[in-house]
């Protein structure tokens, strides 16, 4: 049995920073139902989506709250849609209960409904502990709101995670380990860091093309990740997957480890994506694996709802092939890595060049398993074509 998670996809953000490229809507921008005609579309697609899965009785042992900033709803917002979920499938007794939030996007008040309505752990967009590249990035949040964010995080009960973001036009090395060490400094349980890539159809995607910032550069993104990944495991914290530490096992999220193992989960939300693996349906016939999302606009989205649609706009039906394939992208990036005898095809030539190149663990893939070394981890996606 795979387990389930519900990932709720919540589109608002109080402004669009420079380089997302995300199905966010700041306040005038694009098209969108008000908040509370939101909250009422995600809690009919639960409905809708309850029905759909038929006599499948799993409760939820994840659900995570995304976006766009989750916490531009009040918490009370919050809170309904986890009972929605409640009602619908369930949570199980252990479930980790996840929100994104921006550091001035909460006060002690709503954490503490938050904690009272289930959540369990509070993820904050630090991104930097540096003005310059908070400016760049267009942050809103002041570095001095993220230690008051995480503790007010720790008075409600909740675990605590910080997002950073590496390589920012202008970011300097000093600057980057400034964050780090920064980070480190409020003792959060789990942290994520992620390499900037600066999409065309950005604002920031624009300025490039215009001359306005520089192009990332490579080499410094990796010197970058490496530090990371020196300065977190000298703090005690340890890697499971290419962008993520945590203190210990059971403080790595274990929601995003369900996507990267292939769990089923259902998105709510406009944009929002799904994922149910191999299953035998009510009748006994067996069901092919299949991944769909939803419309992408939020008006779309709730006038589906609202006539008693699903909001799907498209579904692909994975073979098993497929799913190999996917294994490999997926289970490549974790610390444990995965069984040679896993590989979709045979490729003893690819290992051998890999563990040469320094880049599977020589070791370990003697003994049938394919980790990557740190010099892999930068070379994670280049690991994979090899083996796929």
């Not at 310059?132 to 949040?141: F, I, Q, Y």
């Not at 980057?176 to 920031?204: F, G, K, N």
């Not at 692909?316 to 092939?321: S, V």
Request: glycine share 8%.
């Amino acid at each position: 049995m795979r387990d389930f998670g519900v990932y709720v996809h919540v589109p608002f953000c109080a402004v669009r920073c420079g380089y997302c490229d995300f199905n966010t809507y700041a306040p005038g921008e694009g098209e969108f139902s008000s908040r509370g005609d939101y909250v009422g579309a995600a809690l009919a697609e639960m409905a809708l989506a309850r029905e759909a899965m038929g006599d499948d009785s799993r409760p939820a042992s994840t659900v995570f709250f995304g976006g766009g900033t989750p916490t531009m709803l009040d918490a009370g917002a919050l809170a309904a849609m986890l009972g929605g979920i409640r009602e619908s499938w369930g949570l199980a007794a252990d479930a980790e209960v996840t929100t994104e939030a921006n550091p001035d996007s909460v006060t002690p008040a709503s954490l503490a409904t938050l904690a009272s309505a289930g959540f369990t752990r509070v993820s904050f967009g630090m991104q930097s502990a540096v003005p310059h590249v908070l400016a760049t990035l267009e942050r809103t949040h002041r570095p001095e709101n993220v230690a008051k964010a995480v503790a007010w995080a720790r008075e409600a009960g909740l675990a605590v995670s910080l997002d950073l973001i590496y390589g920012t036009p202008g970011e300097s090395l000093a600057d980057w380990q400034a964050s780090l060490d920064a980070a480190i400094a409020l003792e959060p349980d789990h942290v994520s860091a992620y390499a900037l890539v600066i999409e065309p159809a950005t604002r920031m995607g624009r300025q490039l093309r215009a001359g306005e910032i520089e192009p990332v550069d490579l080499d410094t993104q990796a010197d970058m990740y490496e530090a990371a990944d020196a300065r977190l495991r000298h703090a005690g914290y340890a890697w499971y997957e290419v962008s993520n530490w945590a203190r210990s096992p059971d403080q790595a999220c274990r929601h995003n480890v369900a996507y990267w193992t292939s769990q089923d989960w259902w998105g709510i939300g406009p944009g929002a994506h799904s994922y149910l693996g191999p299953r035998i349906g009510d009748s006994g016939e067996a069901v092919d694996a299949m991944r769909w999302w939803n419309v992408k606009l939020p008006r779309a989205y709730a006038a589906r709802l609202a006539a008693g649609d699903s909001p799907a706009a498209e579904v692909e039906p994975l073979t098993d092939d497929d799913l190999a394939l996917e294994a490999v992208m997926l289970r490549l990036r974790l610390a444990e890595g995965m069984a040679v005898a896993d590989l979709p095809a045979r490729r003893p030539d690819a290992i051998a060049a890999l563990v040469a190149d320094g880049v599977l663990d020589g070791r370990a893939a003697l003994a049938g398993r394919l980790v990557l070394t740190l010099r892999g981890r930068l070379l994670a996606d280049a690991a994979i074509r090899a083996l796929t």
